[in-house]
């Protein structure tokens, strides 16, 4: 495998344009780097396996898992022609409560899905989420950042799924902070209780999506609509 160019719409961390020397199929590359410890770096690998079984329709696939001298290297399929979500608002300013939902919603199921299985994505940031060119979401950077902790084997804690929840509400809070009326209200409050501080009172993945459903009605093409 070779790796060209470093990426900008790809999601959160060090990644990297890559390529099959064989086949010429086009990759990512998301370097990860872990401590020297080779029993937490068993771990490492071992969870970074599980996200490759991982499959949902709004999840970016781990296809390969590879060994590095500073860690490991998860390969994925590039999403061709994406746009963060920290791009389009860089670009846009603000999305409509209805392009929250569009957004938002396969989001929270991805981490539902994912949450299920005992995987949390960990530092949830609006890199993270791409926009196809037809506006449809997916998540990348999946459980990094627990690989990049110190790769610690521990089981994952219950309070990290909920602040997956916290991460998710947040930004689609910001992502609509100069919307106003009823749509923009419903959608403030669906996303509310995901904004407590105790993290035990919080809703779950699953929650958020349906209370994200029942908000407003969803706006198409979010990446493709330009103000």
């Known amino acids: 495998m070779s790796v060209r160019s470093r990426l900008r719409d790809a999601g959160s961390g060090e990644l990297w344009a890559g390529q099959f020397d064989q086949s010429g199929i086009e990759c990512v590359v998301r370097r990860v780097r872990l401590a020297p410890d080779p029993v937490l770096r068993s771990a490492a690998v071992s969870a970074a396996r599980a996200l490759a079984e991982l499959e949902h329709p709004h999840l970016v696939p781990v296809v390969a898992v590879l060994p590095t001298a500073e860690g490991l290297a998860l390969i994925t399929e590039p999403v061709v022609g994406a746009l963060s979500l920290a791009r389009l608002l860089a670009l846009r300013g603000d999305l409509d409560p209805g392009e929250v939902v569009t957004v938002g919603l396969p989001v929270a199921q991805a981490l539902a899905a994912a949450h299920a299985v005992g995987i949390v994505h960990g530092r949830l940031e609006r890199e993270d989420i791409l926009l196809e060119p037809n506006g449809r979401p997916v998540l990348t950077g999946l459980g990094v950042a627990a690989l990049a902790d110190a790769a610690r084997p521990d089981p994952v804690p219950p309070e990290a799924a909920s602040a997956d929840v916290h991460d998710l509400a947040d930004l689609l809070l910001g ?14 409050v ?38």
């Open 175 to 188: 992502a609509m902070r100069e919307a106003t009326g009823p749509d923009a209200a419903a959608v403030a």
């Open 190 to 227: 669906a996303v509310a209780t995901a904004m407590i501080d105790e993290p035990h009172r919080r809703p779950s993945a699953a929650e958020l999506a349906t209370a994200l459903a029942r908000s407003a009605t969803p706006l198409p093409r979010a990446a493709a609509r330009r103000r």
